[in-house]
């Protein structure tokens, strides 16, 4: 309870009527309006009782106490009764000010005296209900900060465990060898790659996210696109719904890179689909092409041709992010080119070398990722 009273003249109505602000609230401030409108215009849990004629007494300080006002839950006005400017005042401020609440003439019946009593009291126990819900959110807010400290420490660990126990995944397809690693970052989200294979076509999948939750729900949306005829197409489509959805009106989006590469085995063929900023590489023909942008607008790429004994390097958006973070003083195409007679697994472990030279904890800034690719010079392929 707060108390706007220069003059003492609501302080000695209330004690006159033997009127106790004890039985409603259990302490209160009595302010000069000066000083009223010097306090932080922070919102206040709070009643405020004015009297009107310390505010008539200031006109230089009106404007200002219309603005700290409003800052209380609400306001009742007192004067006298045969004060008809403070009566006037006051109506014309109540069209336009929602938190004026109450206006009293002083003295009055005991009949407004008991109504003045049941509106303090029910502002009492509003004023309650309030902070004990504000300790209830306080407590759960706590809670769940220590429930997603708790998850993301989780998270960094098996980021951790993950990078360890598999640091390289090799395949060979018809005559085509996928070689992948993957380092993981310090940030939010995740990347996460995954090599599906149907018929004479491979697909490989990399999903970037900031997110955790979106980065977990395409995983899962992948894995049921995965059990009937994979189609790149139908997939994203899907996958841009469920982020829009998990997304949704946030005013900060979680940004989102989805890219699959689709080769043809037998005509030895490569083309992409989706968005995102992963590069590749030709030790042959340098950096391809594949129209990928960073853009949230889904594309499908021409048909890149491989040579026999090509070798391309994939590198995921969280790769570039770093390289180009830790200012590495190579050029990417330049580093390849520079160790291109190294093996498939020479180079992956010299490129990782190079970012972990620049890192400044365990973890990279972003998870990262890459994929290597080796066309066999005597696989059967029509070209």
């Known amino acids: 309870m707060v108390l706007l009273d220069e003059r003492n003249f609501l302080g000695k109505q209330l004690e006159d009527q033997g009127f106790n602000i004890f039985d409603f609230y259990e302490g209160h401030q009595t302010f000069s309006l000066k000083t009223l409108c010097e306090l932080p215009l922070n919102r206040r849990a709070d009643v405020l009782l004015v009297d009107t004629q310390t505010i008539l007494n200031h006109p230089e300080l009106q404007e200002k106490f219309k603005v700290v006002l409003n800052t209380f839950l609400g306001v009742i006005f007192f004067h006298e009764q045969q004060n008809v400017t403070a009566q006037s005042w006051v109506q014309d401020q109540a069209a336009f000010l929602t938190k004026i609440i109450g206006e009293y003439s002083l003295p009055m019946p005991q009949l407004e005296w008991t109504m003045l009593s049941n509106q ?91 997110s955790y939750l979106i980065s977990s729900s395409l995983i899962g949306l992948l894995n049921i ?121 020479d180079l992956m472990m010299e490129i990782f070398l190079q970012l972990s030279l620049v890192k400044e904890t365990d973890f990279l800034s972003k998870d990262a990722t890459v994929v290597m690719m080796e066309v066999n010079r005597h696989g059967i392929h029509q070209i």
């Open 225 to 345: 696109h995965k059990q009937k005829d994979f189609q790149p197409e139908s997939f994203l489509q899907d996958a841009k719904a469920e982020i829009q959805t998990i997304n949704g009106a946030k005013k900060k989006k979680s940004e989102v890179e989805l890219v699959i590469l689709e080769m043809d085995t037998s005509h030895l063929t490569l083309k992409s689909h989706g968005w995102g900023k992963a590069e590749i590489y030709s030790q042959l023909k340098g950096k391809i092409d594949l129209g990928l942008s960073a853009s949230h607008e889904s594309s499908v790429s021409a048909p890149y041709q491989l040579a026999k004994g090509e070798k391309l390097v994939v590198f995921s958006p969280g790769f570039i992010f770093n390289w180009r973070e830790g200012r590495i003083k190579h050029e990417l195409y330049s580093f390849l080119k520079n160790h291109h007679q190294l093996t498939q697994t």
């Open 120 to 210: 303090l009291q029910f502002l009492w126990n509003m004023l309650e209900d309030q902070k004990n819900l504000q300790k209830h959110i306080v407590k759960f807010s706590q809670e769940l900060d220590l429930a997603l400290q708790s998850a993301e420490s989780e998270m960094q660990k098996a980021k951790k465990i993950h990078e360890v126990l598999i640091p390289k995944r090799s395949d060979e397809i018809k005559g085509v060898t996928f070689l992948n690693k993957y380092a993981s970052g310090d940030g939010g989200g995740g990347e996460f790659y995954d090599l599906h294979h149907v018929g004479n076509k491979v697909f490989q999948i990399l999903i970037s996210s900031q």
